[in-house]
């Protein structure tokens, strides 16, 4: 197994190939029950015991993988019109994604850890204390800004989902096409994290494998949520799970002020 374990990442022990696989199979499940979250229980879980780099290399391909399988759930014309109803948001994202990309081998680990787990902290209070935040009719300047912001987290971190489902949510956006609508936006943006950070250098020979061998426990956990999804209660669920995100994201703070 230690053979094994060398071939995928240098440095990686096979218990901790086994907490990967536990951490990407929680937050596939997490994001079959509620549209979201995996990226950030990835770069959350992985990044307790693997170094914040390799730990954003691992949840890109698994974050490519479900985000289109959820996109392409009821069909790739939904899927198409989800598209081009953001598409305002999903351009200025990709933008920014690109351009923050960059900076990930400038800034020091406690900058990442607090720039990650600052919005998420954020994000998961706001829905905690019940505020609301509803945009009846988006401006152009509005969904650029917005867009702007969850591509400048992304690209730094791997994770653009509370930006993005805050949006969402302040547009009232129905159930159904709320999930398939991060599907898709995810999605595109999953697709430009993969070029951003080959460009970068976290994306080569040496954590390509771990990246793909996260796939599998990852996609199993999106199974095993959609039938959670039909079972348990939505609302008890999310709540449940935005507990978990605070803990996480809480702990990310925590090494960014103190590790």
């Given at each position: 197994?230690?053979?094994?374990?060398?071939?995928?990442?240098p440095g990686i022990s096979s218990f901790d190939l086994y907490l990967a696989f536990a951490v990407a199979l929680l937050a596939g499940t997490v994001k079959g029950v509620v549209g979201f979250?995996?990226?950030?229980?990835?770069?959350?879980?992985?990044?307790?015991?693997?170094?914040?780099?390799?730990?954003?290399?691992?949840?890109?391909?698994?974050?490519?993988?479900?985000?289109?399988?959820?996109?392409?759930?009821?069909?790739?014309?939904?899927?198409?019109?989800?598209?081009?109803?953001?598409?305002?948001?999903?351009?200025?994202?990709?933008?920014?994604?690109?351009?923050?990309?960059?900076?990930?081998?400038?800034?020091?680990?406690?900058?990442?850890?607090?720039?990650?787990?600052?919005p998420v902290v954020l994000f998961v209070l706001l829905q905690l204390l019940g505020i609301p935040l509803r945009i009846a009719k988006p401006t152009r300047l509005v969904e650029m800004a917005?867009?702007?912001?969850?591509?400048?987290?992304?690209?730094?971190?791997?994770?653009?989902?509370?930006?993005?489902?805050?949006?969402?949510?302040?547009?009232?956006?129905?159930?159904?096409?709320?999930?398939?609508?991060?599907?898709?936006?995810?999605?595109?943006?999953?697709?430009?994290?993969?070029?951003?950070?080959?460009?970068?250098?976290?994306?080569?020979?040496?954590?390509?494998?771990?990246?793909?061998?996260?796939?599998?426990?990852?996609?199993?956990?999106?199974?095993?949520?959609?039938?959670?999804?039909?079972?348990?209660?939505?609302?008890?669920?999310?709540?449940?799970?935005?507990?978990?995100?605070?803990?996480?994201?809480?702990?990310?703070?925590?090494?960014?002020?103190?590790?």
């Amino acid at each position: 197994m230690e053979h094994f374990t060398s071939l995928i990442s240098p440095g990686i022990s096979s218990f901790d190939l086994y907490l990967a696989f536990a951490v990407a199979l929680l937050a596939g499940t997490v994001k079959g029950v509620v549209g979201f979250a995996l990226p950030m229980i990835l770069v959350s879980g992985l990044s307790l015991f693997l170094a914040p780099e390799l730990a954003l290399a691992g949840l890109i391909l698994p974050t490519l993988v479900t985000n289109w399988m959820q996109a392409l759930r009821q069909g790739l014309g939904a899927a198409f019109a989800s598209l081009k109803r953001f598409k305002v948001f999903l351009l200025t994202g990709l933008v920014f994604l690109l351009l923050s990309a960059q900076l990930v081998r400038i800034l020091s680990q406690q900058v990442m850890f607090l720039m990650i787990g600052g919005p998420v902290v954020l994000f998961v209070l706001l829905q905690l204390l019940g505020i609301p935040l509803r945009i009846a009719k988006p401006t152009r300047l509005v969904e650029m800004a917005i867009g702007g912001f969850a591509g400048f987290i992304g690209g730094v971190s791997g994770v653009w989902g509370p930006p993005t489902v805050a949006y969402l949510t302040a547009l009232e956006t129905e159930k159904s096409e709320q999930v398939r609508v991060q599907g898709v936006i995810y999605g595109m943006g999953a697709i430009a994290l993969l070029f951003a950070h080959i460009g970068s250098g976290v994306v080569r020979a040496e954590t390509l494998p771990f990246s793909i061998v996260l796939i599998a426990p990852a996609v199993c956990g999106m199974w095993i949520g959609g039938r959670l999804h039909d079972r348990v209660d939505q609302k008890m669920f999310r709540r449940a799970t935005l507990i978990v995100l605070l803990l996480a994201g809480a702990n990310l703070l925590r090494r960014g002020f103190f590790v």
